[in-house]
């Protein structure tokens, strides 16, 4: 038997993605059809999910709970949400990529209808993440969405018994885990597993709980804050990152030179407040650093010949999208 030993560890660039599952409106089981419905805010998806790929974000992830609209319970097909809700701010959301979560079980065929869309203006690929398992076999076998247009399978590892499928089917893995160890030991197995099915590196990043201020003594408080409103937490048993910019991006480079992870996927705090802590501060200094994988505000694709000159009175001013400070 040949032993497989992952490579050494590289200073490579950390890839850095960020979740917006908390942009979707919290879905009621008890809605009943004669009360109000309540529906989240795409255009304000689509600024943030653009303001984070032109500062230099690889992709935005949409989790299994983003919901489009509150009446859950009257919509059966509701799972689909954060694959529409991709398909649909495609066009507006930057150059990065956009992940939709699906569930274990899901039909994909209304979800490679909808994902075959995304990667075809705007937003340079697109991606599924789904939990190890069956589910990720069939994503990355003849049932793959979006086949020749750049869709990426996303696993979630949970433990040593997702690592074979993690390493033979995805493009990229995501953990959650506190142990630096622990998690060294899952990103050393996944690239091992996809060494032996005769793949190249997988890279694997770590959930991020980002909570971001000016001092670290504000951003405990603001995180303590936070936690008691969000009562069961979406980012439960995530790596902490809580502090100034400096602590957050010192927690990043920690994990990633110490071979845990190749990246973060940050899972903010609070929005807006946590999101501009993101584009406007930690982006900046891991790039500073020389940590970052991507350029602020890279080119995606060639652009088209241009079109016949608009004399300056008429020509539209250039669209702005900001996140608020």
């Known amino acids: 038997m040949t032993a497989l030993l992952p490579p050494r560890s590289e200073n490579r660039p950390a890839l850095v993605a960020l979740d917006l599952t908390a942009l979707g409106v919290t879905a009621d089981d008890d809605l009943g059809a004669d009360l109000p419905v309540a529906k989240a805010d795409l255009a304000r998806l689509a600024s943030y999910t653009r303001a984070a790929h032109e500062a230099g974000a690889d992709f935005v992830a949409l989790g299994e709970g983003f919901r489009l609209r509150t009446d859950r319970v009257l919509r059966p097909e509701s799972w689909l949400d954060p694959?529409?809700?991709?398909?649909?701010?495609?066009?507006?959301?930057?150059?990065?990529?956009?992940?939709?979560?699906?569930?274990?079980?899901?039909?994909?065929?209304?979800v490679a209808a909808e994902l075959a869309q995304v990667g075809l203006v705007g937003t340079a690929w697109a991606g599924v993440q789904t939990r190890a398992g069956a589910p990720a076999a069939r994503l990355a076998g003849e049932e793959r969405p979006a086949r020749g247009t750049g869709t990426r399978v996303v696993v979630e590892v949970r433990d040593e018994g997702d690592v074979e499928t993690a390493g033979s089917f995805a493009d990229v893995v995501r953990i959650r885990e506190q142990d630096p160890a622990w998690a060294r030991e899952l990103r050393f197995a996944v690239r091992a597993a996809a060494r032996s099915a005769g793949r190249g590196d997988i890279p694997v990043l770590v959930d991020l709980h980002a909570v971001v201020s000016t001092q670290r003594s504000a951003a405990v408080e603001r995180a303590a804050l936070v936690a008691d409103i969000a009562g069961g937490a979406p980012w439960a048993g995530a790596l902490a990152g809580v502090g100034t910019v400096d602590d957050v991006a010192d927690t990043i480079e920690a994990w990633v030179s110490g071979g845990s992870a190749d990246g973060v996927v940050v899972v903010p705090g609070s929005v807006p407040a946590d999101v501009a802590a993101l584009v406007h501060g930690l982006l900046p200094e891991l790039r500073g650093r020389g940590l970052l994988a991507t350029p602020a505000v890279r080119p995606v694709r060639q652009a088209p010949a241009p079109a016949a000159r608009v004399p300056a009175a008429r020509r539209p001013a250039a669209a702005r999208v900001a996140v608020p400070s």
């Open 83 to 110: 694959v529409v809700a991709a398909r649909r701010i495609g066009p507006h959301a930057g150059p990065g990529g956009l992940v939709a979560a699906v569930p274990a079980g899901a039909d994909l065929r209304p």
